[in-house]
């Protein structure tokens, strides 16, 4: 597609179950990054992946978060057993070299809710 | 923690004011990005300054940046109600870091 699509846009679980979260990223965009937004705030580093390197987990907050890319592409961000302070927005971006020099194209995010 | 922080924190203003927003970060930097988000959704790139750059202007958007006070701003001239978003500087050390955003209301 034309941009970063994410889904779902909403997302609301109960306490202790998993959600996977989807990020398509543009086509050709080796840099891949998840961040989360609480409501008010800015944007929290999760995770980052470019290309075939091993991505920098650095920004995961617990063990219960995960993330993979597959073939390059498609990114899933998995959170276990979520917790009520896991609701915030998540929002992918993607970019063309991974440096941070060049731009970063967003998603528009998927709310989650955890009750 | 985050490396930007933004000022202020929120800025009403009547349409075609100017705006301006700060942006201040503690260590050294390649770049600094200004971006844009709407109702808490995607972030939109408004405009990239090199660390070897002091100025830069695009349409309505002018940014500076001083190294050596480790700032920058955000000028928006002649606002308009569409402006409306909260604003965000994005460093670039190690990886891209994202300051705590201010929050514009352009007023009709």
């Known amino acids: 597609g034309a941009g970063v699509s994410q889904s779902p846009s909403n997302k609301v679980t109960e306490k202790g179950k998993d959600v996977e979260l989807r990020c398509d990223p543009i086509?050709?965009?080796?840099?891949l990054y998840w961040y989360r937004q609480s409501l008010g705030q800015g944007l929290e580093f999760l995770i980052y992946?470019?290309?075939?390197?091993?991505?920098?987990k650095s920004g995961l907050p617990s063990d219960r978060f995960s993330a993979e890319r597959t073939g390059g592409s498609v990114s899933t961000l998995t959170i276990q057993r979520t917790q009520q302070e896991d609701s915030a927005v998540y929002l992918c971006?993607?970019?063309?070299?991974?440096?941070?020099?060049?731009?970063?194209?967003f998603g528009s995010g998927t709310q989650l809710s955890v009750l | 923690s985050q490396q930007g922080e933004e000022d202020p924190q929120a800025l009403s203003i009547q349409e075609g004011e100017n705006a301006t927003m700060n942006c201040s970060y503690k260590?050294?930097?390649?770049?600094l990005q200004w971006y844009r988000q709407n109702s808490g959704r995607g972030l939109v790139h408004l405009i990239l300054?090199?660390?070897?750059?002091r100025e830069k202007h695009s349409g309505r958007l002018r940014v500076t940046l001083d190294t050596s006070k480790k700032s920058s701003s955000l000028l928006i001239t002649a606002s308009r109600a569409a402006d409306t978003a909260s604003y965000f500087c994005?460093?670039?050390?190690?990886?891209?870091?994202f300051g705590e955003g201010t929050q514009l209301t352009v007023n009709p």
């Open positions: 971006a993607s970019s063309f070299l991974g440096t941070g020099g060049e731009k970063l194209f």
């Open positions: 086509s050709g965009h080796t840099a």
């Open positions: 992946f470019q290309g075939n390197s091993a991505p920098d």
């Open positions: 260590t050294s930097i390649n770049n």
């Open positions: 300054i090199r660390s070897n750059e």
């Open positions: 994005a460093t670039l050390g190690s990886r891209l870091t």
